[in-house]
């Protein structure tokens, strides 16, 4: 039982430095998108998109996996913002 304690403490201590690392991302592409604001929203979304996306192409085992990749993402954004837009409903 104290094994299963000690595998447990070590995979949430892995679990916060992901979630550490995942919340600095965030930030740091916030404060690039900042310094790039002159170039206008539709630049910067265009160049990150674009960024992205051939990551995901240069990253994934194929095609078909990196744009899954990418839609998932697509996905998971338009039913966050859906939510918020709900959550706005709930708090009349």
Excluded: Y
Aim: aromatic content about 6%; hydrophobic content about 45%.
């Amino acid at each position: 039982m104290a094994k299963t304690k000690i595998v447990k403490k070590e995979i949430d201590a892995e679990e916060n430095i992901a979630e550490e690392i995942h919340n600095q991302l965030w930030f740091d592409l916030l404060e690039v998108t900042e310094k790039a604001q002159e170039l206008g929203v539709p630049h910067v979304v265009h160049l990150g998109t674009q960024f992205f996306t051939r990551m995901a192409l240069d990253c994934a085992p194929n095609e078909v996996e990196a744009l899954g990749i990418v839609m998932e993402a697509i996905k998971v954004t338009k039913s966050t913002d859906e939510l918020d837009e709900l959550e706005g409903v709930w708090d009349e």
